[in-house]
């Protein structure tokens, strides 16, 4: 298969937060796979930029490291490691004060494009725009990148939005939702909008109803601290289960240009609707025969934060008038599984009687593992014996359609990164995205707190609490299996 991949222009990549977990877990990698398979022109380099003190070569060695921790060993080779090495530079800096800065000045180039990876907390993005400026290091073609959590509430996330807006145009900012990187999200968008044979079944008359689980098997782990202060809805809902509903949910856009997209999805967060107590289930996951307890692992016996919530939600609009969506995350639960699955109505009349059974087209769009879509559809089942029905999957694994060449369905990071260097903000939160989605989830959180709402417990490796199961046990509908 010959990949014809849109070429990126000589870059300067800043990494502020250089040495930190994101960067050398996820960005880094990333770009020495991009470097490895030849889309960074010869030109492209990164800037580490935190207040440890290195220099190139201490840098370098530094993210040797990273890539031996990070990278598949059969993806490492000597001599590309050494060559993508040289393009590493690193500046010490602090964010909030005056060390560095001028270094970094002198150390970019003109002509090439300049982005700038604030990779560091949200409380230092407001030192980092007002410096890059001061020393005239962006100008109005340069690039930032923000990453979750983009504020925790409506209120310090508008904050945010206009300390950024103070020194930069919403062009010039990207915000980071990696769920978007992925190759599936993606062709979510090219299997509704590039075939016919989708869109036109795509609404409340023909889709019972959808299901979106993101399911993890670890618990809160050392990040604790942090996760006790947001929960599942703020981590998890607010950013990645919202915008893939949206991808969902939207109408087709006139282009897949950023502002055409992104004010779609915006008319999605618009339409939903509030939410009522009786359609959220809240959870907690309890000690397990060798893990500790959520409440053990955030060293809280009061905390009252949900380890696992699910949903059901409506999008009040023409087109899904009446068509459920149920959501659902949580950690500790029985598999690593993340699916979006489109379950489509039966068909209005069964010539094949009632022993053929209740058969029903499934559209499931794998995140995790092995991502990929399955169509499941009704046939005879082959043989003598009668007329009787069976479900199969027409399956698309894309490692498998892709080929050999594509084992490594590219890391959502790379993709996005490589996308700033391009200019293309499609696969970016825009700031009016981020409010909106903050704005409807504020009220459902205060309720909570208003009514000093406990979590119900759940034993880990299940599919979360039972009231979970009842949210669509009641209408008789049920979950899709989390699978080891
Ligand atoms: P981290 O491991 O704590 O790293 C923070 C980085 O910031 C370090 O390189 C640190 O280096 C640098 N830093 C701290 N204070 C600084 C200052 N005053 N001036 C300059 N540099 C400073 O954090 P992280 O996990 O990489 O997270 C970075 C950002 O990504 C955060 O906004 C986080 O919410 C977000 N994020 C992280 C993940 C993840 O998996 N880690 C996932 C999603 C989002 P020095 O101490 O040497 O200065």
Redesign the pocket.
């Known amino acids: 298969m010959v990949s014809r991949v849109i070429p990126v222009e000589p870059f300067d990549l800043v990494i502020?937060?250089?040495?930190?977990?994101?960067?050398r877990?996820?960005i880094l990698p990333g770009l020495y796979r991009r470097f490895v398979s030849g889309q960074m022109p010869p030109e492209a380099r990164v800037i580490g930029a935190?207040?440890?003190e290195f220099d190139d070569a201490g840098y370098r060695n530094e993210v040797r490291d990273a890539l031996v921790e990070f990278i598949a060993k059969d993806k490492l080779d000597d001599d590309r490691v050494a060559a993508f090495l040289d393009r590493l530079h690193y500046v010490a800096?602090?964010?909030?004060g005056e060390a560095g800065w001028s270094e970094l000045a002198d150390l970019m180039r003109e002509n090439v494009v300049r982005a700038f990876y604030f990779?560091?907390?949200?409380s230092?993005f407001g030192a980092l725009a007002e410096r890059l400026h001061m020393h005239r290091i962006a100008d109005a073609d340069s690039r930032i990148v923000v990453?979750?959590?983009f504020g925790r509430d409506l209120a310090s996330a508008r904050q945010l939005n206009q300390t950024l807006a103070e020194h930069f145009e919403e062009t010039q900012i990207y915000r980071i939702d990696h769920y978007l990187g992925k190759e599936t999200v993606q062709n979510l968008m090219a299997v509704r909008f590039g075939n016919v044979l989708f869109e036109p079944l795509w609404n409340a008359q023909y889709v019972d109803h959808i299901q979106i689980t993101v399911a993890e098997t670890v618990g809160v782990g050392g990040r604790g601290g942090y996760y006790d202060k947001s929960g599942a809805m703020r981590d998890m809902v607010q950013n990645h289960l919202m915008q893939l509903l949206c991808l969902i949910a939207m109408e087709p856009p006139s282009r897949f240009d950023p502002d055409a997209v992104r004010d779609e999805k915006l008319k999605v967060i618009r339409a939903l609707e509030p939410v009522e107590s009786r359609d959220i289930v809240r959870g907690q996951y309890q000690r397990g025969s060798n893990s500790a307890s959520y409440l053990e692992d955030v060293e809280d016996e009061q905390s009252r934060t949900e380890s696992f919530i699910a949903m059901k939600l409506h999008v009040s609009n023409w087109r899904w008038a009446g068509t459920p969506f149920y959501v659902r995350t949580g950690k500790r639960l029985r598999a690593r599984q993340s699916e979006i699955a489109v379950v489509f109505k039966d068909a209005p009349h069964s010539i094949f009687g009632e022993e053929a059974g209740r058969h029903r087209n499934i559209l499931t769009i794998r995140l995790q593992p092995n991502e990929g879509m399955t169509l499941g559809v009704t046939i005879k089942e082959p043989g003598p014996g009668g007329m009787r029905l069976i479900d199969v999957p027409l399956d698309m694994t894309f490692a498998d359609a892709l080929g050999p060449d594509n084992d490594d369905v590219t890391d959502a990071y790379e993709r996005l990164v490589m996308d700033v260097i391009r200019g293309n903000q499609t696969l970016f939160m825009r700031g009016d995205e981020v409010e909106a989605a903050w704005a409807w989830t504020d009220p459902i959180i205060e309720g909570w707190q208003m009514r000093d709402m406990r979590p119900k417990p759940y034993e880990p490796g299940t599919a979360g609490p039972e009231e979970s199961a009842m949210l669509l046990h009641r209408e008789n509908r049920r979950w899709r299996a989390i699978r080891d």
């Open positions: 502020f937060g250089g040495t930190g977990d994101l960067a877990r996820k935190a207040r440890s800096i602090d964010a909030t990779s560091v907390a949200p230092l990453e979750k959590p």
